[in-house]
Structure formats: structure tokens, C-alpha cells
């Protein structure tokens, strides 16, 4: 065997192994990189009308977050992280945008949840609420909200799709958080202004809200169930002398 006839030999398995490597990463790339799904766009367009950006002044200074539209008279959900019982200067920017004063009908921090309303004309769009019992682990999940402030700097919320990573129990608080109790996990992102928002099911329907208590080992967000918060709107309304 002559040099050129080594040469030929070792060049073609070398050729299959980069041809292999090449392959390799590729493959890797499709699977790690998570590419929008179609319904993405349907969940996007039947809920985006029903969360707010919301902003509020207390001692401590300002902060902001999330709402979301349970009433179409203007009775909004959003975090006591956001909005505890002490807030002032109630401010809520709904889709268009529209900025509108509101007042709080109450809070509750143990399970970091404050309900605030403001005044319209019965003409706002309510997001659909399902069951969190229902919910089960692998399941699609979507995070829509006031991300970066994006809905009160650009009138647009942002959307995170991903999936039910978890259903576990809290035992403790964290970041802020009173909240200690059953969570859902999920892997659509959760940030800075996601306070108080939506976690949605595949349908577009709330089954959790994003709290700022999260999974310290495993850097996931936490929404806590509806089917825990139900009771707790319930009472806080009917507590409001306002009506």
C-alpha cells in the first residue's frame, strides 16, 4: 500500500465521523431550541385583551406588574407583591392603550393575591377560567403579561409558551412571597412584571397565578392554582362595601 492509498482510506472514515459530529449537532440544536407552536398565536390573540399592565406607588416606592380582567365592569386580579393594601395611585393600562385609575376591593397575603377595579363601561374582555385540578404534569402552559413593562411602555403583553413542569407543595416563603401551599410549575417564562399574571392551559383558560415565589433548585416559575384562589376572590368581594 502506497501513501496515496493511506491517505484515501483514512480520509473516508474521518469524512463519516465529521459527516456524523455534523448530524449530532444539528439534531441537537432542533431538539434543545423550542420552536413556537401554532396555537401560540390563537392563545395570544383570545386573552391578550384580558390582562392589564399595572402600576402602583406604596412607601416602599414604585412597582409594577400584572392584572388579569375578571369582570367586564372592571374587576381586575393581580399579586399583593404588586399591589399590597397600602398601595396609592392605582394606575391600570388595559390593550390600546387606555390608563385608567383604580381603587382596591381587597388583598389577601397569604395567598399573595390583592383584587383592584377600575371604572369603564362593562365593555372589557374576561379571560376564561378552567380547573388546576384537571391539570396534569407535560401538559402545554402559557404565560402572557406585563413583562419589562411591555404593556405599559409598548401596549403589548408577552407571551411565553412551555409546559406544566410540576404540581408540588410550597413549604416556605420566598422572593417577597406570603404564599406557602400547592403550585403549578411551568417552564413558559416567568419575569421581571409577570407578577399577578396568567398561567393558561392549552384552551386559554386560567388555571394558576404567577407568584414571585419560585422554584429556587430548578429557576421555574410558579403560578398558584386557581381552584386555591377561587374561595379567596369570593370572600374578598363579598367583604367590599362598594358594591
Known amino acids: 500500500m502506497d501513501d496515496d492509498d493511506f491517505r484515501r482510506i483514512w480520509r473516508f472514515p474521518c469524512l463519516l465521523a465529521v459527516l456524523a459530529f455534523i448530524t449530532s449537532c444539528r439534531s441537537g440544536q432542533e431538539s434543545s431550541v423550542a420552536l413556537p407552536t401554532p396555537n401560540a398565536t390563537s392563545i395570544y390573540k383570545k386573552t391578550v385583551q384580558s390582562v392589564v399592565g399595572v402600576r402602583v406607588t406604596t412607601w416602599r416606592g414604585e412597582r409594577s406588574g400584572t392584572g388579569i380582567i375578571l369582570s367586564s365592569d372592571g374587576l381586575i386580579l393581580t399579586s ?4 399590597p393594601i397600602d398601595s396609592e395611585g392605582i394606575k391600570v393600562w388595559l390593550k ?5 385609575h383604580a381603587s382596591i376591593v381587597g388583598t389577601e397575603p397569604r395567598y399573595d393575591i390583592s383584587l383592584i377595579r377600575i371604572k369603564c363601561d362593562n365593555d372589557l374582555k374576561t379571560i376564561p377560567i378552567g380547573q388546576s385540578s384537571k ?19 409598548n401596549d403589548e403583553a408577552a407571551l411565553s409558551s412551555g409546559v406544566i413542569s410540576g404540581a408540588y407543595q410550597v413549604p416556605n416563603e ?3 412571597s406570603n404564599y406557602v401551599g400547592p403550585v403549578l410549575e411551568t417552564s413558559a417564562a416567568v419575569g421581571i412584571g409577570m ?28 403560578a398558584i392554582p386557581i381552584d386555591e384562589l377561587k374561595p379567596v376572590i369570593e370572600s374578598l368581594w363579598a367583604l367590599w362595601p362598594g358594591k
Open 80 to 83: 399583593n407583591s404588586v399591589c
Open 96 to 100: 390600546g392603550p387606555r390608563r385608567l
Open 135 to 153: 391539570v396534569q404534569i407535560g401538559e402545554a402552559a402559557y404565560t402572557i403579561g406585563n413583562f419589562n413593562d411591555s404593556i405599559i411602555l
Open 174 to 176: 420566598r422572593e417577597g
Open 195 to 222: 407578577e399577578g399574571a396568567p398561567c393558561l392551559d392549552a384552551e386559554g383558560r386560567l388555571i394558576g397565578v404567577v407568584t414571585t415565589n419560585y422554584s429556587a433548585s430548578r429557576r421555574l416559575g410558579l
